[in-house]
Protein backbone atom coordinates (compact mmCIF):
# COMPACT_ATOMS: atom_id res chain seq x y z
CA UNK A 1 0.00 0.00 0.00
CA UNK A 2 1.74 3.76 -1.08
CA UNK A 3 1.35 5.90 1.93
CA UNK A 4 2.39 8.80 -0.17
CA UNK A 5 0.78 8.78 -3.83
CA UNK A 6 2.99 11.61 -6.01
CA UNK A 7 1.89 13.14 -9.46
CA UNK A 8 2.47 13.15 -12.01
CA UNK A 9 4.62 10.54 -13.26
CA UNK A 10 7.11 12.83 -15.75
CA UNK A 11 6.80 16.59 -16.05
CA UNK A 12 8.27 18.84 -19.35
CA UNK A 13 8.76 22.40 -18.41
CA UNK A 14 10.43 25.37 -20.87
CA UNK A 15 12.75 27.53 -19.17
CA UNK A 16 11.75 29.85 -16.81
CA UNK A 17 8.32 28.61 -15.99
CA UNK A 18 6.89 26.91 -13.02
CA UNK A 19 7.02 23.15 -12.40
CA UNK A 20 4.77 21.68 -10.08
CA UNK A 21 4.82 18.27 -8.29
CA UNK A 22 1.78 17.10 -5.94
CA UNK A 23 1.37 14.51 -3.45
CA UNK A 24 -1.47 13.38 -1.27
CA UNK A 25 -1.31 11.00 2.22
CA UNK A 26 -3.68 9.32 4.49
CA UNK A 27 -1.87 8.59 7.34
CA UNK A 28 -2.91 11.70 9.72
CA UNK A 29 -0.17 10.95 11.99
CA UNK A 30 2.48 12.09 9.47
CA UNK A 31 3.97 15.50 10.77
CA UNK A 32 7.02 15.86 8.56
CA UNK A 33 7.11 16.41 5.04
CA UNK A 34 9.86 16.71 2.68
CA UNK A 35 10.75 17.32 -0.55
CA UNK A 36 14.03 15.41 -1.97
CA UNK A 37 15.91 15.84 -5.57
CA UNK A 38 18.00 12.99 -7.10
CA UNK A 39 20.10 13.61 -9.94
CA UNK A 40 21.19 9.89 -11.98
CA UNK A 41 23.58 8.14 -10.18
CA UNK A 42 23.32 10.06 -6.61
CA UNK A 43 21.51 9.93 -3.64
CA UNK A 44 18.63 11.89 -2.63
CA UNK A 45 18.93 15.39 -1.51
CA UNK A 46 16.99 17.09 1.10
CA UNK A 47 15.30 20.08 -0.84
CA UNK A 48 13.36 21.17 1.20
CA UNK A 49 10.69 20.12 3.93
CA UNK A 50 7.50 21.54 5.76
CA UNK A 51 5.40 20.87 9.45
CA UNK A 52 1.55 20.65 9.47
CA UNK A 53 0.92 23.58 11.42
CA UNK A 54 2.09 25.93 8.47
CA UNK A 55 0.79 26.58 5.29
CA UNK A 56 3.36 27.23 3.36
CA UNK A 57 7.29 27.70 3.14
CA UNK A 58 9.47 28.89 0.84
CA UNK A 59 13.71 29.17 0.24
CA UNK A 60 14.80 30.57 -2.89
CA UNK A 61 12.69 29.56 -5.71
CA UNK A 62 11.57 26.46 -3.72
CA UNK A 63 7.94 26.21 -2.22
CA UNK A 64 5.97 24.17 -0.53
CA UNK A 65 2.11 24.81 -0.50
CA UNK A 66 0.34 22.16 2.49
CA UNK A 67 -3.28 21.22 2.78
CA UNK A 68 -3.70 19.52 6.12
CA UNK A 69 -7.62 19.15 5.52
CA UNK A 70 -7.19 17.99 1.66
CA UNK A 71 -4.16 15.99 2.98
CA UNK A 72 -2.12 17.43 0.33
CA UNK A 73 1.17 18.89 0.17
CA UNK A 74 3.05 20.21 -3.56
CA UNK A 75 6.38 21.40 -4.72
CA UNK A 76 6.26 25.00 -6.57
CA UNK A 77 9.60 25.28 -8.32
CA UNK A 78 9.80 29.22 -9.58
CA UNK A 79 11.69 30.29 -12.55
CA UNK A 80 12.54 26.40 -13.49
CA UNK A 81 16.17 25.98 -14.98
CA UNK A 82 17.56 23.19 -16.83
CA UNK A 83 20.13 22.39 -14.15
CA UNK A 84 16.97 21.71 -12.09
CA UNK A 85 16.02 18.98 -14.32
CA UNK A 86 15.89 15.85 -11.69
CA UNK A 87 13.84 13.22 -10.00
CA UNK A 88 11.89 14.59 -7.11
CA UNK A 89 9.95 12.78 -4.69
CA UNK A 90 8.08 13.67 -1.77
CA UNK A 91 8.22 11.85 1.10
CA UNK A 92 6.05 12.17 4.97
CA UNK A 93 6.91 10.16 8.17
CA UNK A 94 5.49 10.47 11.44
CA UNK A 95 7.94 11.11 14.27
CA UNK A 96 5.58 9.57 16.83
CA UNK A 97 6.74 6.00 15.22
CA UNK A 98 10.77 4.97 14.47
CA UNK A 99 12.15 8.45 14.93
CA UNK A 100 10.86 9.69 11.64
CA UNK A 101 10.94 6.86 9.05
CA UNK A 102 9.98 8.39 5.23
CA UNK A 103 7.43 7.17 3.35
CA UNK A 104 8.26 8.24 -0.21
CA UNK A 105 6.18 8.98 -3.13
CA UNK A 106 7.10 7.32 -6.64
CA UNK A 107 8.89 10.54 -8.12
CA UNK A 108 8.60 13.11 -10.70
CA UNK A 109 10.86 12.67 -13.39
CA UNK A 110 11.80 16.66 -13.93
CA UNK A 111 12.73 17.82 -17.52
CA UNK A 112 13.53 21.63 -18.20
CA UNK A 113 14.48 22.81 -21.78
CA UNK A 114 16.00 25.64 -22.78
CA UNK B 1 31.83 18.75 6.66
CA UNK B 2 31.89 15.45 5.01
CA UNK B 3 28.62 13.98 4.56
CA UNK B 4 27.28 10.69 4.62
CA UNK B 5 29.94 8.00 3.34
CA UNK B 6 29.07 4.55 1.89
CA UNK B 7 30.98 1.73 0.63
CA UNK B 8 31.90 0.14 -2.06
CA UNK B 9 30.25 2.34 -4.38
CA UNK B 10 29.27 -0.52 -6.71
CA UNK B 11 28.77 -4.21 -6.19
CA UNK B 12 28.39 -6.98 -8.93
CA UNK B 13 27.53 -10.83 -6.85
CA UNK B 14 25.64 -13.54 -8.11
CA UNK B 15 22.68 -15.30 -6.42
CA UNK B 16 23.18 -16.94 -2.94
CA UNK B 17 26.00 -14.90 -2.15
CA UNK B 18 26.42 -12.80 0.72
CA UNK B 19 26.84 -8.99 0.87
CA UNK B 20 28.27 -6.68 3.71
CA UNK B 21 27.43 -2.44 2.80
CA UNK B 22 28.96 -0.01 4.86
CA UNK B 23 27.90 3.81 5.72
CA UNK B 24 29.50 6.39 7.91
CA UNK B 25 27.09 9.08 9.20
CA UNK B 26 27.38 12.80 9.48
CA UNK B 27 29.44 13.80 12.05
CA UNK B 28 26.89 14.29 15.74
CA UNK B 29 24.67 12.12 13.96
CA UNK B 30 23.67 8.87 15.94
CA UNK B 31 20.62 7.52 13.87
CA UNK B 32 21.30 5.83 10.56
CA UNK B 33 18.78 4.63 8.31
CA UNK B 34 18.85 1.90 5.67
CA UNK B 35 17.06 2.56 2.31
CA UNK B 36 16.33 -0.19 -0.99
CA UNK B 37 15.42 2.43 -4.56
CA UNK B 38 14.72 -0.20 -7.00
CA UNK B 39 15.14 1.42 -10.28
CA UNK B 40 11.79 4.25 -11.37
CA UNK B 41 10.95 4.07 -7.76
CA UNK B 42 11.13 6.03 -4.49
CA UNK B 43 13.76 4.72 -1.64
CA UNK B 44 12.02 1.80 0.49
CA UNK B 45 12.50 1.85 4.20
CA UNK B 46 15.20 -1.53 5.39
CA UNK B 47 16.14 -0.45 9.00
CA UNK B 48 16.72 2.44 11.37
CA UNK B 49 19.25 2.54 14.19
CA UNK B 50 19.59 4.47 16.89
CA UNK B 51 22.52 4.46 19.37
CA UNK B 52 23.52 1.01 18.10
CA UNK B 53 19.65 -0.31 18.63
CA UNK B 54 17.33 -0.93 15.65
CA UNK B 55 14.48 1.36 16.00
CA UNK B 56 12.55 0.03 13.29
CA UNK B 57 12.40 -2.16 10.55
CA UNK B 58 10.44 -1.93 7.11
CA UNK B 59 8.66 -4.90 5.32
CA UNK B 60 12.07 -7.24 4.26
CA UNK B 61 12.98 -10.90 5.13
CA UNK B 62 15.19 -12.17 7.64
CA UNK B 63 18.15 -12.23 4.86
CA UNK B 64 18.76 -8.58 5.68
CA UNK B 65 19.97 -7.54 8.93
CA UNK B 66 22.28 -4.46 9.96
CA UNK B 67 24.34 -2.91 12.78
CA UNK B 68 24.95 -0.24 13.94
CA UNK B 69 29.02 0.22 16.08
CA UNK B 70 29.80 2.65 18.97
CA UNK B 71 31.18 5.03 16.25
CA UNK B 72 27.46 5.53 14.93
CA UNK B 73 28.88 3.66 11.63
CA UNK B 74 26.49 0.95 10.38
CA UNK B 75 26.48 -2.13 8.06
CA UNK B 76 24.14 -3.56 6.15
CA UNK B 77 24.33 -7.07 5.52
CA UNK B 78 22.09 -9.16 2.80
CA UNK B 79 22.34 -13.52 2.77
CA UNK B 80 20.94 -15.55 0.08
CA UNK B 81 20.98 -12.99 -2.61
CA UNK B 82 18.11 -13.48 -5.22
CA UNK B 83 17.94 -11.05 -8.49
CA UNK B 84 15.03 -9.01 -6.67
CA UNK B 85 18.11 -7.85 -4.42
CA UNK B 86 19.69 -5.71 -7.33
CA UNK B 87 19.02 -2.01 -6.38
CA UNK B 88 20.66 1.32 -5.16
CA UNK B 89 21.28 1.00 -1.35
CA UNK B 90 21.14 4.11 0.55
CA UNK B 91 22.10 4.98 4.13
CA UNK B 92 20.72 8.21 5.21
CA UNK B 93 22.10 9.89 8.37
CA UNK B 94 20.11 12.28 10.88
CA UNK B 95 20.16 13.45 14.53
CA UNK B 96 18.25 12.17 17.55
CA UNK B 97 15.07 13.01 15.93
CA UNK B 98 15.40 11.83 12.82
CA UNK B 99 13.28 14.79 11.03
CA UNK B 100 16.07 15.34 8.62
CA UNK B 101 17.48 12.69 7.24
CA UNK B 102 20.75 13.23 4.65
CA UNK B 103 21.48 10.42 2.14
CA UNK B 104 24.96 8.84 1.01
CA UNK B 105 25.55 8.25 -2.31
CA UNK B 106 24.24 4.76 -2.45
CA UNK B 107 25.71 1.56 -3.10
CA UNK B 108 24.92 -0.08 -6.64
CA UNK B 109 24.41 -3.61 -5.99
CA UNK B 110 23.88 -6.15 -9.07
CA UNK B 111 23.18 -9.47 -8.63
CA UNK B 112 23.35 -11.82 -11.57
Known amino acids: QQQVKQSPQSLIVQKGGISIINCAYE??????FPWYQQFPGKGPALLIA?????SEKKEGRFTISFNKSAKQFSLHIMDSQPGDSATYFC?????????????FGRGTQLTVWP | DAGVTQSPTHLIKTRGQHVTLRCSPI?????VSWYQQVLGQGPQFIFQ???????GRGNFPDRFSARQFPNYSSELNVNALLLGDSALYLC???????????FGPGTRLTVT
Open chain 2, 92 to 102: ASSRRDGYEQY
Open chain 1, 91 to 103: AASNSGSTLGRLY
Open chain 2, 49 to 55: YYEKEER
Open chain 2, 27 to 31: SGHKS
Open chain 1, 27 to 32: NTAFDY
Open chain 1, 50 to 54: IRPDV
